[in-house]
């Protein structure tokens, strides 16, 4: 991957704003969504080795989602976008744990799990979980779901929250563009909304564990 550490965190000019609006088209924005998605990498990265630039060897070294049979990844290729087939190979593979409600790169198949969405498609999946819902937010997970027909994302926690973004069509206002997303975790990190702390939290004065959620590095400030 052609980039460095500065490339990396210099991520004002990817960020979603009135003045630079996500890309209106027919397709995923790839390469914005992977700068945007590598940042989050390497702030992780950095929090938990206390360190002020990413190691971009170690970085590269981490392998979860092509860490599995190559026929598997080759079926879940076979039926994505060509914009969606190019995120992954433009991404650092994330250490499990991701960020606060999601814990990897997922990249599912997913139709079953929308039963309400036609999908016109011959040989494309309608619907692919790109990140999957950390599983210590509750059962039936699910994750930031991508529509390949609309090219629009969305974030059901559970299968059962579902019912709040489908029929897609009669709950448009729940599907936003990918970047969108993930510049809104990056906005809630600047904000202090949600920190990155790799102490565990019997580590934690009373103080501080009382006053936020953790799940693994990230920590939740209500």
Same mark, same amino acid.
């Given at each position: ?34 700068? &945007? ?51 992954? @190979? ?17 990249? =599912? ?8 969405? @036609?999908?016109?498609?011959?040989? =494309?999946? /309608? ?14 997970? &699910? ?13 059901? &926690? ?34 202090? =909304?949600?920190?990155?702390?790799? /102490? ?23």
């Amino acid at each position: 991957m052609n980039t460095t550490p500065e490339h990396i965190l210099g991520i004002v000019d990817a960020l979603v704003s009135d003045e630079n609006p996500a890309r209106d088209e027919d397709t995923l924005d790839f390469q914005r969504c992977a700068r &945007l998605h590598n940042y989050l990498v390497a702030y992780a990265y950095m929090a938990r080795n206390g360190t002020n630039t990413p190691n971009l060897d170690a970085l590269a070294s981490g392998s979860w989602f092509f860490n599995q049979p190559n026929e598997n990844i080759e079926v879940i290729r076979a039926r994505l976008d060509p914009s969606l087939n190019s995120f992954p @190979d433009s991404i650092y593979d994330p250490t499990p744990g991701f960020f606060y409600w999601v814990s990897r790169l997922r990249m =599912k198949l997913a139709d079953e799990s929308f039963p309400l969405e @036609d999908n016109d498609f011959e040989d =494309k999946e /309608r619907v692919v979980v790109i990140y999957d819902t950390s599983p210590y937010l509750g059962s039936h997970c &699910l994750g930031v779901v991508y529509d390949q027909l609309n090219h629009r994302a969305s974030f059901p &926690l559970t299968i059962e929250n579902t019912e709040s973004i489908e029929p897609v069509a009669e709950h448009w206002d729940m599907w936003f563009p990918l970047e969108t997303i993930l510049t809104l975790w990056i906005h809630m990190l600047r904000m202090g =909304k949600i920190t990155a702390d790799p /102490r565990n939290e019997r580590n934690l004065s009373n103080e501080e564990a009382t006053s936020r959620h953790q799940i693994g590095l990230w920590c939740w400030h209500p």
